[in-house]
């Protein structure tokens, strides 16, 4: 099962911050947080990951809470074409292995 | 700088056939994973393969279902006797090493059985 927890669906205006909230309550401490988008049915996006503390990339920013039980992925400014399913994964590394668990996702509509 | 590549694209197979699916990952990558995806579902584990070594095979069905990632050429992902609950995309995503920080994900092979 996945470790996440995430909205199924979202709403942002075009030019407006999407802020795309994940709860990962049994996170432990070694394991990262990783977002990837699915615009229609293509291949899953890399998008950032972190582990304790605030990332930012050309993409987007990820802010962590410091008890690491949750954490937000924020589009600063969104566009038409950032409408997609957002996954937020906690990789996981039993036995040695970095397999991603993915959950159902956050399906973001930005409107016109 | 090509990406991770699958091919074919689309697959169409009647009951009873096999599948197979090839990808190949981004040059410099030997590290391979699986994935299948349901609709309206989000991605399924199958399996993780580094060169010659199936690594991690907890997510693949028992029966029917084998991976293989060979010393040269690329990964292949076999289905035999192919049933309509097959029918799915399945993503192949490669990784440098092992704690590399990111799989990159291909385009996906859309199984159709009919």
């Known amino acids: 099962d996945a470790k996440t927890t995430q909205p199924p669906s979202m709403d942002c205006a075009e030019g407006r911050a999407a802020n795309l909230p994940c709860n990962h309550s049994t996170i432990s401490g070694n394991e990262y947080v990783y977002w990837y988008r699915q615009i229609h049915s293509q291949g899953p996006q890399y998008i950032i990951h972190g582990l304790k503390n605030n990332e930012t990339n050309e993409m987007a920013s990820l802010i962590i809470t410091e008890d690491r039980k949750s954490s937000t992925l924020i589009l600063p400014h969104a566009t038409l074409r950032d409408t997609a399913v957002y996954y937020c994964?906690?990789?996981?590394?039993?036995?040695?292995?970095?397999?991603?668990?993915f959950g159902t996702g956050t399906r973001l509509k930005v409107l016109a | 700088n090509a990406g991770v590549m699958q091919n074919p694209r689309h697959l169409v197979r009647r009951r009873g056939q096999e599948a197979r699916l090839r990808c190949s990952p981004m040059k410099g990558h030997s590290h391979v994973y699986w994935y299948r995806q349901l609709p309206e579902e989000g991605l399924k584990f199958m399996v993780y393969l580094q060169k010659e070594n199936i690594i991690d095979e907890s997510g693949m069905p028992k029966e029917r279902f084998s991976a293989e990632f060979p010393k040269e050429g690329p990964s292949i992902l076999r289905i035999q006797q192919v049933v309509r609950g097959d029918s799915a995309a399945y993503f192949c995503?490669?990784?440098?090493?092992?704690?590399?920080?990111?799989?990159?994900f291909g385009p996906g092979t859309r199984l159709t059985v009919t």
């Open positions: 994964i906690v990789r996981v590394a039993p036995g040695g292995t970095y397999k991603y668990i």
């Open positions: 995503a490669s990784s440098h090493r092992e704690t590399s920080y990111e799989q990159y």
